[in-house]
């Protein structure tokens, strides 16, 4: 069974750094993207950063500069390290592949998300 399993999110001062992570596990063949989009409350999901296999990345621009993804193909795994962190940037990050090639077929998948928060 397919699973994405995050970690690395909780709470930090404004100016502060974190690092996400999330593995992807199961009979997993190939993952064309991993990235990560976050939902604040009352606010519509939006993509943070995403990144392909063979290393194109595209990021928000509220995040350029001070947010760097990265990812270990051999390992699933894709990383997001955050740093001067501002109180906007709280919000649930949640994992995400897309078009990913597993025992079951070729689809995207969503973690559960992982909370950071970000105090002033």
């Known amino acids: 069974q397919v699973h994405l399993e995050e970690s690395g999110g909780g709470l930090v001062q404004a100016g502060g750094s974190l690092r996400l992570s999330c593995a992807a596990s199961g009979t997993i063949f190939s993952i064309a993207v991993m990235g990560w989009y976050r939902q604040a409350p009352g606010k519509q999901r939006e993509l943070v950063a995403r990144m392909t296999r063979d290393g194109r990345v595209t990021y928000a621009d509220s995040v350029m500069g001070r947010f760097t993804i990265s990812r270990d193909n051999a390992r699933n795994t894709v990383y997001l390290q955050m740093t001067s962190l501002k109180p906007g940037d709280t919000a649930v990050y949640l994992c995400?592949?897309?078009?990913?090639?597993?025992?079951?077929?070729?689809?995207?998948?969503w973690g559960q998300g992982t909370q950071v928060t970000v105090s002033s």
């Open positions: 995400y592949t897309e078009r990913m090639a597993t025992s079951e077929g070729v689809s995207d998948y």
